[in-house]
């Protein structure tokens, strides 16, 4: 519910704070107080369209922040939750209007669009009066609101996860189908492809190896010669090995008598021929890599000029070759495989029909039987609002070939407003006044099913008056039991049922060089003065007094 207002520096207003309660709140005043420019700032706080002209002559802002006490879960949480804000229980609304007509809005202290605002505005708050539309305008509104009338909420949420499910199989058997038709057209192509890349077979990185294993085997026909000519003078007949082993063996015999003059050269040796046989062990080594078969650099020839054809042929790289291979053998698997596998996809997607028909079908029923209960539940309310000779009808029709996430029916609320006359959609048919009234009685059936947790009607009691006036009063207060109510109204007989009285009044400022709105919560004695105002006019006499009186002790007998 609504539990502060605080304005700021818009039109009349400089500053303005309300404390809210629960129950009904009347706003009542004389004319051009400011009540409609306090609900147009409310307005701006909930989302509405900004305007300059909102600003306050002189300021170069203005502002409106409205307070609410949020109960868990409530669909306003949800959306904050969509946009990634806090949910604290304390839900703050915000709008700077500045004088360029440039605005700001914030929840919570944080920067959001006006398009969240308005969303969260719209969950919280709904204003009425003789000339909103905004509340029945939609179809689809009326739809909602009789299914929050049957309570068939959990009804229409299955029926969305059924149209989802429905909608996924039909998607799921489409693009079957039109892979099967592709398919179908290309099918001589690719079983040849198919059958000609599977003899290839050709593998990843194929390619790489078989060109790097050639390159070895080319230069190493180049080289072989040198290094068998090499490996020769190390080792071959006329190797310096078997002479140094010789020197070194006549050193050693000489080595006993003088060591230190024979040792270093006998090292120095030892060490010449080692490395000549290490030497001969690389030039084998290499030989050896060297070595190949000609005819197997021919099949590697032939291997890579086969897999580079194919990659010319079906412009693909040869790496690629592989996995367009793996393709082209599912596209036939899928032409011999796809008849079994659409079958199943048919049925699944007729199963999805079916189950979602039946339980569209349930719920349309459930919607024409709830729709007879709140014609009469609407009707019963008619009377005393002055509006006997009225009906207001339920029009549900349904079309199971126009399908939708809802359900296939389409809901609206008509009206006939006197016996003999054409009955039609509510908002063509009924005048301001009756359509007012309409939505009163429509709100009072509702409750709190289908509302917003404060409702704010304006002035939808003009032009009636006495029994008629009573009877709005009587339903406005029956319809504050549930949810929080505030009403603008001339009617004393409404304002005596209230549960919070605001008066709304001007007054001067600098010695009558401007004027400013007024807001003061009326205790008792104020507030039957107000009413006696409301029953007499300018001079409020000693009947209207007791007029008054008599009201304020009715509204609470």
């Given amino acids: 519910m609504l539990a502060r207002l605080s304005i700021r520096d818009i039109v009349l207003i400089e500053r303005l704070d ?25 307005a701006l706080a909930l989302g509405g369209r900004g305007d300059a002209g909102l600003v306050r002559h002189g300021a170069e802002q203005g502002q409106v922040t409205a307070v609410f006490d949020v109960p868990k879960r409530h669909p306003a949480t949800a959306i904050l939750a969509g946009n990634g804000l806090e949910d604290t229980g304390e839900m703050i609304l915000r709008r700077v209007q ?46 909602r609101l009789l299914d929050a009338f049957a ?9 969305e996860e059924l149209w989802e499910a429905r909608r996924a199989a039909n998607s799921a058997l489409e693009q079957h189908r039109a892979s099967m038709e592709r398919a179908a057209r290309e099918a001589d192509y690719l079983r040849h492809a198919a059958d000609e890349l599977k003899a290839l077979a050709p593998k990843d990185g194929e390619e790489t190896a078989l060109a790097e294993r ?48 024979v040792e270093p050269a006998v090292k120095a040796i030892d060490a010449a021929i080692n490395s000549l046989e290490e030497a001969d062990q690389h030039l084998a080594a290499a030989l050896a890599a060297t070595d190949f078969d000609p005819a197997e650099l021919e099949r ?20 690629g070759l592989a996995e367009l291979a793996a393709k082209f053998a599912a596209d036939v698997a899928l032409i011999d495989a796809g008849a079994e596998q659409l079958k199943k996809l048919e049925s699944a997607a007729t199963q999805a029909d079916q189950r979602y028909g039946t339980a569209a079908a349930r719920l349309s029923a459930a919607r024409a039987n709830s729709a007879d209960k709140l014609n009469k539940a609407v009707n019963a309310e008619l009377a005393p ?6 009906r207001f009808m339920t029009q549900v029709e349904s079309d199971p070939k126009a399908p939708g996430p809802q359900g296939f029916d389409r809901v609206e609320f008509w009206v006939q407003t006197n016996p003999g006359t054409k009955p039609g959609p509510l908002m063509k048919v009924a005048s301001g006044g009756e359509l007012s009234r309409f939505l009163l009685a429509l709100k009072v059936v509702l409750s709190d099913r289908g509302s917003a947790p404060t409702l704010v009607f304006d002035e939808i009691d003009t032009g009636v008056g006495g029994a008629v006036a009573d009877a709005i009063g009587a339903r406005l207060a029956r319809l504050a039991g549930k949810v929080q109510v505030m009403a603008v109204t001339h009617a004393p007989q409404v304002a005596a049922r209230a549960d ?18 007024r807001v003061n919560a009326l205790a008792a004695d104020h507030r039957r003065e107000e009413i006696a105002r409301m029953l007499a006019g300018a001079e409020i006499t000693a009947e209207a007094r007791a007029a008054a009186e008599r009201l304020l002790r009715a509204a609470t007998a």
């Fill in 300 to 319: 590697i020839e032939e291997r890579l000029f086969a897999l580079r054809g194919a990659s010319r042929k079906y412009s693909t790289p040869v790496d």
């Fill in 385 to 390: 609002l002055k509006l006997e000779r009225a």
């Fill in 98 to 143: 500045f004088a360029d007509g440039r605005t700001r809005a914030f929840i919570n202290d944080q920067a959001i669009s006006v398009q969240t605002l308005k969303a969260v505005g719209s969950a919280l708050v709904e204003i009425h009066g003789q000339h909103d539309e905004r509340a029945l305008v939609d179809a689809a509104t009326h739809r």
């Fill in 500 to 517: 919070q009285h605001l008066l709304i009044s001007k007054d001067s400022l600098d010695r009558g060089k401007r004027v400013a709105t």
């Fill in 18 to 42: 309300i404390e809210f309660s629960r129950g009904l709140a009347v706003l009542t005043g004389e004319t051009g107080a400011g009540k409609s420019i306090l609900l147009d700032a409310f």
């Fill in 151 to 159: 309570g068939l909420e959990k009804d229409v949420a299955a029926v």
């Fill in 214 to 261: 050639r390159t070895v085997m080319m230069q190493g026909e180049k080289i072989a010669g040198d290094l068998r000519e090499a490996q020769e003078t190390v080792s071959g007949d006329h190797s310096p090995i078997a002479a140094l082993s010789a020197a070194v063996r006549r050193l050693e015999r000489r080595g006993v008598s003088s060591p230190a003059l």
